[in-house]
Protein backbone atom coordinates (compact mmCIF):
# COMPACT_ATOMS: atom_id res chain seq x y z
CA UNK A 1 0.00 0.00 0.00
CA UNK A 2 1.70 3.45 -1.11
CA UNK A 3 1.70 6.22 1.56
CA UNK A 4 -0.96 8.85 1.32
CA UNK A 5 -0.68 11.56 -1.63
CA UNK A 6 -0.97 14.83 0.49
CA UNK A 7 2.34 16.52 1.29
CA UNK A 8 0.12 17.55 4.64
CA UNK A 9 -3.36 17.07 6.46
CA UNK A 10 -2.88 20.75 6.03
CA UNK A 11 -3.36 22.95 3.11
CA UNK A 12 -1.04 23.43 1.24
CA UNK A 13 -0.64 26.38 -1.00
CA UNK A 14 -0.32 25.68 -5.01
CA UNK A 15 1.56 28.53 -6.17
CA UNK A 16 2.55 30.16 -2.50
CA UNK A 17 3.84 34.17 -2.38
CA UNK A 18 7.70 33.48 -1.81
CA UNK A 19 10.05 36.52 -1.78
CA UNK A 20 12.97 35.73 -4.22
CA UNK A 21 15.34 34.52 -2.00
CA UNK A 22 12.81 31.54 -0.83
CA UNK A 23 11.85 30.99 -4.74
CA UNK A 24 15.62 30.75 -5.20
CA UNK A 25 15.65 27.88 -2.33
CA UNK A 26 12.88 25.97 -4.44
CA UNK A 27 14.70 26.38 -7.64
CA UNK A 28 17.93 25.48 -6.00
CA UNK A 29 15.64 22.31 -4.78
CA UNK A 30 14.30 21.02 -7.98
CA UNK A 31 17.72 21.41 -9.79
CA UNK A 32 19.33 20.01 -7.01
CA UNK A 33 16.79 17.09 -6.13
CA UNK A 34 14.45 17.15 -9.05
CA UNK A 35 11.94 18.28 -6.53
CA UNK A 36 11.42 20.35 -3.66
CA UNK A 37 10.80 18.47 -0.20
CA UNK A 38 7.73 18.50 1.15
CA UNK A 39 8.58 19.94 4.54
CA UNK A 40 9.46 23.07 2.60
CA UNK A 41 6.12 23.00 0.60
CA UNK A 42 4.42 22.51 4.05
CA UNK A 43 6.27 25.43 6.01
CA UNK A 44 5.02 27.45 2.80
CA UNK A 45 1.85 27.91 4.30
CA UNK A 46 3.66 30.38 6.83
CA UNK A 47 6.16 31.90 4.57
CA UNK A 48 8.03 33.56 7.81
CA UNK A 49 8.32 30.52 9.50
CA UNK A 50 9.36 28.82 5.87
CA UNK A 51 11.90 31.25 6.67
CA UNK A 52 13.06 30.80 10.01
CA UNK A 53 12.96 26.92 9.73
CA UNK A 54 15.44 27.04 6.30
CA UNK A 55 17.81 29.38 7.72
CA UNK A 56 17.75 27.30 10.82
CA UNK A 57 17.78 23.65 8.96
CA UNK A 58 21.08 25.26 6.87
CA UNK A 59 23.00 26.58 9.75
CA UNK A 60 22.39 23.38 12.08
CA UNK A 61 23.04 20.85 9.01
CA UNK A 62 25.52 23.01 6.46
CA UNK A 63 27.06 25.57 9.01
CA UNK A 64 30.82 24.98 10.28
CA UNK A 65 30.65 22.30 13.13
CA UNK A 66 32.89 19.51 14.17
CA UNK A 67 30.31 17.30 13.25
CA UNK A 68 30.45 16.10 9.86
CA UNK A 69 26.84 16.39 7.30
CA UNK A 70 26.57 12.45 7.80
CA UNK A 71 27.26 12.79 11.87
CA UNK A 72 24.44 15.44 11.80
CA UNK A 73 21.99 13.07 9.29
CA UNK A 74 23.06 10.26 11.58
CA UNK A 75 21.09 12.27 14.54
CA UNK A 76 18.34 12.93 12.76
CA UNK A 77 17.63 9.40 11.86
CA UNK A 78 18.23 8.62 15.54
CA UNK A 79 15.90 11.11 16.77
CA UNK A 80 13.47 10.50 14.07
CA UNK A 81 13.52 6.71 15.07
CA UNK A 82 13.19 7.63 18.49
CA UNK A 83 9.79 9.55 17.72
CA UNK A 84 8.65 7.60 14.97
CA UNK A 85 8.61 10.58 12.60
CA UNK A 86 7.92 8.78 9.17
CA UNK A 87 8.67 11.82 7.43
CA UNK A 88 12.17 12.41 8.40
CA UNK A 89 13.28 8.74 8.53
CA UNK A 90 12.29 8.73 4.85
CA UNK A 91 14.14 11.64 4.50
CA UNK A 92 17.25 11.72 6.57
CA UNK A 93 17.31 7.91 5.78
CA UNK A 94 18.03 8.82 2.16
CA UNK A 95 20.19 11.75 3.28
CA UNK A 96 22.76 8.69 5.68
CA UNK A 97 22.46 6.00 2.61
CA UNK A 98 24.20 8.46 0.15
CA UNK A 99 26.55 10.47 1.97
CA UNK A 100 27.87 7.07 3.70
CA UNK A 101 27.52 4.81 0.71
CA UNK A 102 25.97 2.39 2.45
CA UNK A 103 22.39 1.92 2.08
CA UNK A 104 22.31 -0.94 5.36
CA UNK A 105 23.75 2.07 7.53
CA UNK A 106 20.42 3.81 6.84
CA UNK A 107 18.14 0.92 7.54
CA UNK A 108 19.55 0.12 10.65
CA UNK A 109 19.87 3.61 11.79
CA UNK A 110 15.93 3.66 11.26
CA UNK A 111 15.24 0.69 12.96
CA UNK A 112 18.00 0.42 15.86
CA UNK A 113 21.00 2.26 15.78
CA UNK A 114 22.49 0.02 18.15
CA UNK A 115 23.11 -2.66 15.39
CA UNK A 116 24.76 -0.75 13.21
CA UNK A 117 29.04 -1.30 13.76
CA UNK A 118 29.58 2.82 14.63
CA UNK A 119 32.89 3.92 15.92
CA UNK A 120 32.97 4.80 19.38
CA UNK A 121 32.71 8.64 18.31
CA UNK A 122 29.52 8.21 16.65
CA UNK A 123 28.25 5.44 19.12
CA UNK A 124 28.54 7.98 21.93
CA UNK A 125 27.13 10.86 19.48
CA UNK A 126 23.48 8.30 19.23
CA UNK A 127 23.59 7.67 22.90
CA UNK A 128 23.33 11.16 23.71
CA UNK A 129 20.85 12.38 20.88
CA UNK A 130 18.13 9.12 21.90
CA UNK A 131 18.40 9.82 25.68
CA UNK A 132 18.24 13.26 24.83
CA UNK A 133 15.04 12.91 22.91
CA UNK A 134 13.41 9.98 25.11
CA UNK A 135 14.64 10.95 28.93
CA UNK A 136 15.81 14.48 28.64
CA UNK A 137 15.35 15.65 32.19
CA UNK A 138 18.05 12.54 32.86
CA UNK A 139 20.87 14.08 30.73
CA UNK A 140 23.91 15.91 32.71
CA UNK A 141 27.19 16.10 33.16
CA UNK A 142 28.29 12.21 32.63
CA UNK A 143 26.08 12.66 29.17
CA UNK A 144 28.98 14.88 28.73
CA UNK A 145 31.53 13.51 29.81
CA UNK A 146 31.12 10.05 27.65
CA UNK A 147 31.35 12.69 24.64
CA UNK A 148 34.54 14.54 25.97
CA UNK A 149 35.85 11.16 26.25
CA UNK A 150 35.57 10.16 22.71
CA UNK A 151 37.10 13.48 21.26
CA UNK A 152 33.90 15.95 20.91
CA UNK A 153 34.81 19.12 22.09
CA UNK A 154 32.08 22.02 23.99
CA UNK A 155 31.40 23.48 20.88
CA UNK A 156 30.08 19.63 19.30
CA UNK A 157 28.66 18.58 22.16
CA UNK A 158 26.42 21.94 21.45
CA UNK A 159 26.19 21.10 17.61
CA UNK A 160 24.54 17.11 18.98
CA UNK A 161 22.28 18.41 21.52
CA UNK A 162 20.85 21.79 18.87
CA UNK A 163 20.73 18.79 16.07
CA UNK A 164 18.95 17.05 18.22
CA UNK A 165 16.47 19.70 19.85
CA UNK A 166 15.56 21.04 15.78
CA UNK A 167 14.75 17.60 14.79
CA UNK A 168 12.43 16.79 18.13
CA UNK A 169 10.94 20.20 17.26
CA UNK A 170 10.69 18.92 13.20
CA UNK A 171 9.56 15.53 14.21
CA UNK A 172 6.55 17.14 16.53
CA UNK A 173 5.41 19.41 13.27
CA UNK A 174 5.62 16.88 10.86
CA UNK A 175 3.78 14.31 12.97
CA UNK A 176 1.00 16.85 14.34
CA UNK A 177 0.26 17.75 10.33
CA UNK A 178 0.70 14.59 8.95
CA UNK A 179 3.28 15.32 6.79
CA UNK A 180 4.79 13.11 3.83
CA UNK A 181 7.75 12.81 2.30
CA UNK A 182 8.35 12.80 -0.98
CA UNK A 183 7.61 9.44 -3.23
CA UNK A 184 11.34 10.02 -4.31
CA UNK A 185 13.14 9.50 -1.09
CA UNK A 186 12.24 6.13 -1.02
CA UNK A 187 13.92 4.80 -4.49
CA UNK A 188 17.35 6.77 -4.17
CA UNK A 189 20.70 5.92 -3.36
CA UNK A 190 19.69 2.55 -2.88
Known amino acids: MPQPDHVMALPVPE ?18 LGFVPNVLRAYSLRPKK ?13 GESGLSKLEREMIAVVVSSANHCYYCLVAHGQAVRKLSGDPELGE ?6 RAAKLEPRQRAMLDFAWKLTKEPWTVGEDDRQALRDVGFGEEEIFDIADTAGFYNMSNRVASAVDMMPNREYHKLDR
Open 108 to 113: MLVANY
Open 15 to 32: NPDLDADMQALFDKCVEK
Open 50 to 62: LRNFAMLYNELML
